[in-house]
């Protein structure tokens, strides 16, 4: 069943990881909402329900940083779920623009097109 209020679109932002202040390290989305994550982390001992600091960095010319904190909700051998457990408007703005630019890199010209369609 999927609990999601918005659709995960699949895009590769690098993600690096702290819980209680220790750096945990570098990893790559596989898929990023205005809500959460999939980070693929690989096997990394994380706890459901464990609240951890991410930095979401686009690489372009001028990196784009987003900070915010995400709880853990899945844990698997390839990654851990995150929902974004902080909302503001700016920091919700800052994340949509950094989907956005992330999107703008990635996407096909179809897949624009697609989504555009399908309000995404």
């Keep these: 069943m999927n609990h999601r209020c918005s659709v995960r679109i699949p895009l590769h932002a690098e993600v690096k990881i702290s819980r209680h202040g220790t750096y945990l390290g570098r990893y790559l989305t596989r898929d990023l909402d205005s809500d959460g ?7 990394l001992l994380m ?3 464990e609240i951890v600091d991410l930095a979401i960095t686009v690489p372009r010319e001028k990196p784009a ?6 709880m853990v909700i899945r844990s698997t051998t390839k990654g851990v779920g995150l929902v974004f457990t902080q909302y503001s408007p700016d920091l919700n703005q800052q994340l949509a623009k950094l989907i956005v630019e992330l999107f703008d890199g990635e ?14």
Aim: with cysteine; aromatic share 10%.
């Design 47 to 49: 706890f459901l329900n």
């Design 37 to 43: 994550a999939f980070v693929e982390t690989g096997w």
């Design 107 to 120: 996407a096909s010209d179809s897949q624009v097109r697609l989504r555009s369609a399908a309000g995404i």
């Design 65 to 70: 940083c987003v900070s915010i904190k995400a």
